[in-house]
């Protein structure tokens, strides 16, 4: 019974430790789009969806394919620097329609509005709570 006590204080500690990671690590994207002037910034917490690949996803705006690039570079840029979080993926550059950055608990995607619209993220994970920033 004792190590069952160790076990779950040991678990408890880690899921608090991943969490202010993750928040941390939510805050310093958030400032990375707004200060590339990211558009329609949303939060989707999907902790308590089982099937998720990430805890949180961050999706946001851009105007253009260049500003799909910039917002991305910079919050890379912003996370090594601030962090020194590299991602562990990222995907969509060439194109610069739909830019995916995975930092494996969080994942940013910066969209064209015209993609946003046809994907639907937010409406495919409707179960995770939503936050606009």
């Known amino acids: 019974m ?27 994207i958030v400032h990375a789009i707004q200060e590339k002037k990211g558009e329609h910034i949303v939060s989707l917490d999907l902790r308590r969806i089982p099937e998720a690949v990430a805890d949180f996803f961050i999706i946001c705006d ?3 394919t260049v500003q799909v690039r910039a917002i991305a570079d910079f919050v890379e840029d912003h ?7 590299s991602p562990y993926h990222h995907e969509g550059m060439q ?4 830019v995916l950055i995975d930092y494996v608990n969080v994942v940013v995607h910066v969209m064209l509005p015209e993609t946003r619209k046809f994907y ?12 606009e920033l």
Request: hydrophobic fraction near 30%.
């Open 2 to 28: 004792e190590q069952l006590s160790k076990i779950a204080a040991r678990r408890k500690r880690s899921t608090v430790t991943r969490l202010t990671k993750s928040s941390k690590i939510l805050k310093a």
């Open 62 to 64: 851009a105007t253009s």
């Open 79 to 85: 996370l090594k620097d601030s962090l020194d979080e």
């Open 120 to 131: 639907k993220l937010e409406d495919m994970w409707s179960d995770g709570e939503t936050e």
């Open 95 to 98: 194109t610069a329609h739909w």
